[in-house]
């Protein structure tokens, strides 16, 4: 059976839900209380066409794995077609839009980005600003993003001369799996925001390098077609965000150990959304753009309405508040024999616990400064860790995350212990810019900066990087230039 628009868009309200996905008709009305993003987004397109606002942030069995059969109601009819697709071609483009295809048409070649800012610089002019909203987000007044970055710039080497180092070597080995650099792509969501290809873009730009790829729970894509993305040698590992439903939360862990996916990362820095502004006024403003007009309100209604969660809030509202040590770990042990990493480690008391718990590793990370703000800097974290638990590190490995942006970075992590270090927002808009060949280009630009300081710093393999090479400095050093 086919539908005509006129039928569907009787179905426009709570009681009976119907939108239409990719000249596909589906009934609703029973997920709007189950849908992350509260029911509202849904209400929004009741009746109607809702293919642009679902398909940049949902993988494509998102409808398979949350509708029941009886849920799918079949095609629209092939006068509904013609219509949808007129609709489509004659849908007058945003400002936003406009701005983004202006620039494209000069955006720079790729050998003119020489180091991870420059290709930052591009995607904030190639992405939509609700994306950029999105990627760049952090909490409250962005105070733990910008002190994870400014981190670094405490720590200073004691570099060695007179060392042989004409062959250099920054390959190692995580969770045993063999990588070319001492850094991951740790997991982020939503890569189609950015990009068609998203996340796949992401796992081909890492294969030539053998650069291992976290996925995250919330990826753009589905983990099936990330993994069929992948060559035959290449290692993904999962980024869990536990649901509170342990059912669905097994049902995920099932699915990526048939994939193949060789580890999981358990994320347990974010049991509540955050306060990420930028995210939730995006709609806002862009609003304000189309319309030239910024809208007042006198103090009644809506004025008194909660602003929402922001993209980035809705997608973590059904996670588990309630994991603990000795209930959660256990359980995630009995149910799967894949490695098992805590990813969101904030203090030394809690990497002890983790070591306790047996765990393979830790990931020290604030989730990028986009949950608890204030939190410390992944950095001082591990050199606290360094300092007070060195026997930590022989008990499991230990990754950081955050501020990430030279490969001096990189080292100086490397040798107060990390095994090896993870970047998001970097893929993210390296792909966003120029896709799969802008991933590529920014890990040979950290494979040349990490090289370069293995080198003058005396060192030829990755494990000669140790704990007395970095000093950790009271005063910060004079801002950098602007650029020439």
């Not at 008709?25 to 009741?46: M, R």
């Not at 079949?74 to 006068?79: L, S």
């Not at 995580?174 to 740790?186: K, Q, R, Y």
């Not at 390098?209 to 990330?226: D, F, K, P, T």
């Amino acid at each position: 059976m086919s539908w005509s628009l006129q039928e569907v868009s009787k179905h426009n309200n709570a009681k009976s839900c119907w939108v239409i996905i990719n000249k596909k008709v589906y009934d609703v009305t029973d997920f709007l209380q189950e849908h992350p993003g509260g029911s509202s987004i849904i209400l929004k397109y009741a009746g109607r066409d809702a293919t642009g606002a679902y398909e940049p942030i949902h993988p494509s069995d998102a409808l398979e794995k949350n509708l029941s059969p009886s849920q799918h109601l079949g095609p629209v009819d092939n006068d509904a077609v013609g219509s949808l697709e007129k609709a489509e071609a004659s849908k007058k483009k945003t400002k936003d839009e406009l701005r983004v295809e202006q620039f494209m048409k000069t955006r720079p070649p790729l050998n003119r980005i020489i180091n991870l800012a420059d290709m930052e610089d591009v995607a904030k002019q190639v992405l939509s600003y609700r994306a950029w909203a999105y990627y760049c987000s952090a909490s409250d007044d962005e105070i733990s993003f910008q002190e994870n970055a400014r981190a670094f710039q405490r720590f200073f080497f004691r570099a060695r001369v007179m060392r042989p180092v004409s062959k250099c070597d920054p390959s190692t080995k995580v969770l045993g799996f063999e990588t070319s650099l001492p850094i991951f792509v740790s997991g982020s969501a939503l890569a189609k925001l950015g990009h068609p290809l998203g996340e796949v873009n992401i796992t081909k730009g890492c294969a030539p390098s053998r650069i291992i790829q976290m996925v995250s729970s919330n990826a753009s894509l589905s983990y099936a077609e990330i993994a069929a993305a992948r060559s035959p040698s290449q290692t993904l590992f999962f980024q869990l965000y536990k649901h509170k439903n342990d059912s669905i939360a097994l049902n995920r862990i099932r699915e990526i150990e048939q994939l193949g996916y060789k580890a999981i990362f358990l994320t347990v820095d974010a049991v509540v959304p955050s306060n990420r502004e930028r995210d939730v006024r995006s709609p806002w403003v862009l609003d304000d753009q189309e319309t030239g007009i910024k809208v007042y309100n006198d103090g009644e209604g809506a004025a008194d309405t909660d602003p929402g969660l922001g993209v980035a809030g809705a997608l973590i509202v059904n996670d588990d508040r309630d994991m603990t040590w000795e209930k959660t770990i256990p359980w995630l042990r009995s149910v799967t024999k894949l490695p098992i990493v805590i990813k969101g480690i904030q203090c030394v008391e809690d990497a002890i616990l983790a070591a306790e718990a047996k765990v393979d590793g830790i990931l020290l990370s604030n989730h990028g400064g986009r949950q608890l703000e204030y939190s410390l800097p992944p950095l001082e974290v591990l050199y606290r860790l360094q300092i007070q638990q060195p026997h930590i590190f022989d008990k499991l490995e230990v990754y950081i995350d955050g501020g990430v942006r030279r490969g001096t970075d990189v080292v100086k992590a490397v040798c107060l212990g990390a095994k090896a270090v993870g970047l998001g927002r970097p893929f993210l808009y390296a792909q966003s810019a120029y896709g799969e060949v802008g991933v590529r280009k920014i890990i040979s630009i950290l494979e040349r900066e990490i090289i370069t300081t293995m080198r003058l710093m005396g060192v030829a393999k990755i494990d000669e990087l140790t704990p007395d090479m970095v000093e950790r400095v009271d005063w910060q050093p004079v801002a950098r230039s602007a650029k020439l």
